[in-house]
């Protein structure tokens, strides 16, 4: 087993303003996305973390957080909670390559979204 991570959580915020919707810049606490290569943003992750995704700047909501076909390291996929943000649980046994998932977001009535990945930390 690779990671090894024991309920860590990693926070990924999505940021964007009213002058500069897409694309929004993506922070997971370690690093932040180069807004011309948002697609190519991974975070790495540990096995039995917690992923919360949320909304910053301008956003007013994350509407959707879906799994793209292919790799999936997550045991519970990402729902949304209460407060508005998303959390998901990557799994203990999680296959080797990156996790692509699609956020949508709305900002000033119009909707967006942004596919960024997750990887396993070795």
Excluded: H
Excluded at 25 to 38: A, E, H, L, R
Excluded at 48 to 73: C, K, Y
Excluded at 82 to 102: A, E, F, L, Q
């Amino acid at each position: 087993m690779c990671g090894g991570g024991g309920n860590q959580t990693f926070t990924i915020t999505f940021t964007a303003t009213k002058a500069n919707p897409f694309p929004p810049v993506i922070n997971d606490g370690t690093k932040t996305s180069d807004p011309g290569n948002d697609s190519d943003f991974v975070t790495l992750v540990t096995t039995d973390s917690n992923v919360i995704i949320r909304a910053g700047g301008d956003i007013s909501s994350i509407d959707n957080v879906t799994i793209e076909p292919g790799v999936d390291l997550f045991s519970q996929n990402p729902t949304k909670q209460s407060d508005g943000t998303w959390k998901g649980v990557v799994g203990s046994s999680t296959p080797n390559g990156d996790t692509g998932y699609n956020v949508q977001y709305t900002l000033n009535g119009i909707s967006y979204s942004q596919d960024p990945k997750l990887r396993i930390k070795q």
